[in-house]
T-cell receptor, first 115, second 118 residues
């Protein structure tokens, strides 16, 4: 079974600064997807960024980028130029290539951006 | 992106009654939808996989007679919490995959439904 671990329950960052959220996972599959989802106080799950395991290049979406280390099974999220609207719970998630779209979530990291 | 809508967003019911939550894919067809449960300040836990036209697949420890799932069309899945008790109070979220966009792996989530059982 796959597991996803987020070792940082809470983090805080000053507005305009950079913060990195950690995520590690365990799987025996070679083909899979990794995601970071954001859940603001509204509780709506919002996709932040996606990475296909077969792609060596790290995914980037504007201020959000990942550091995907496949051998180490690590998938960290870097948020640059943090904004107050980035305050949310962030979940790392794994989807195996044979899982039929089933997502396994990490425990979550509550990020607070301070003005 | 694709839109998934859940209804109701909030529901309060008395202990012993049943509550139905709907999950609709508004602009795409979804042969598979997923139901999650989330307790305060915790992660999402997959409850079951809803398959259009067939029985749902439940995760270990989830009572299928307690949480009835019906996926009668390609755009609608329902979760019915039967004989609800206060311990069933939680936030329930559904998600669906838009197969029309190809194998991107992305799931789209509903807004969630907060159930409070008195």
């Amino acid at each position: 079974a796959q597991t996803v671990t987020q070792s940082q329950p809470e983090m805080s960052v000053q507005e305009a600064e950079t913060v990195t959220l950690s995520c590690t996972y365990d799987t025996s599959e070679s083909n899979y997807y990794l995601f970071w989802y954001k859940q603001p106080p509204s509780r709506q799950m919002i996709l932040v960024i996606r990475q296909e395991a077969y792609k060596q290049q790290n995914a980037t979406e504007n201020r959000f980028s990942v550091n995907f280390q496949k051998a180490a099974k690590s998938f960290s999220l870097k948020i640059s130029d943090s904004q107050l609207g980035d305050t949310a719970m962030y979940f790392c998630a794994f989807m195996g290539g044979t899982s039929g779209s089933r997502l396994t979530f990490g425990e979550g990291t509550q990020l607070t951006v301070n003005p | 992106g694709a839109v998934v809508s859940q209804h109701p967003s909030r529901v309060i019911c008395k202990s012993g009654t049943s509550v139905k939550i709907e999950c609709r894919s508004l602009d795409f067809q979804a042969t598979t939808m997923f139901w999650y449960r989330q307790f305060p300040k915790q992660s999402l836990m997959l409850m079951a996989t809803s398959n259009e036209g067939s029985k749902a697949t439940y995760e270990q420890g989830v009572e299928k007679d307690k949480f009835l799932i019906n996926h009668a069309s390609l755009t609608l899945s329902t979760l019915t919490v039967t004989s609800a008790h206060p311990e069933d109070s939680s936030f329930y979220i559904c998600s669906a995959r838009d197969l029309g966009t190809g194998n991107t792996g992305e799931l789209f989530f509903g807004e969630g439904s907060r159930l409070t059982v008195l």
